[in-house]
């Protein structure tokens, strides 16, 4: 909900596919919405326009969740040099967000992927 009055802004919308039973993890909460909520920023700047940023809940082993957006993808080129420190994509990046993103989620024995296939930017998390 951090983001939604900037994605309303941008003319994104933000859909979710939330369970309606509880579904917990054991971790650091601040930490978590850390990470999550730049990955969700990372999502708004990929979309140029309108756009659609999907936050989905894995309520089955193993646990996690999926945001998804179609912003304008990445390159097979950049896909080996996310996760490098100091690489960006943006004109005045700093390329430190996905660094924290995965030092986050490898804290919290988290598996991840990032990828974009059919139209489509996924940014997926197990525990």
Do not use: W
């Amino acid at each position: 909900k951090l983001y939604s009055v900037l994605a309303k802004d941008k003319g994104i919308q933000v859909a979710y596919n939330i369970p309606t039973i509880a579904v917990s993890i054991i971790g650091d909460d601040v930490l978590l919405e850390q990470a999550i909520s730049n990955i969700i920023k990372n999502s708004m700047e990929a979309i140029e326009g309108d756009g659609e940023i999907t936050i989905t809940c894995l309520e089955h082993h193993p646990l996690g969740f999926t945001i998804s957006d179609t912003g304008s993808g990445i390159s097979l080129e950049n896909k080996s040099k996310l996760f490098t420190p100091f690489f960006s994509t943006k004109p005045t990046g700093q390329g430190v967000g996905l660094m924290l993103i995965r030092d986050i989620l490898k804290a919290h024995d988290a598996s991840f992927s990032l990828g974009s296939k059919n139209g489509l930017t996924e940014f997926r998390v197990t525990f």
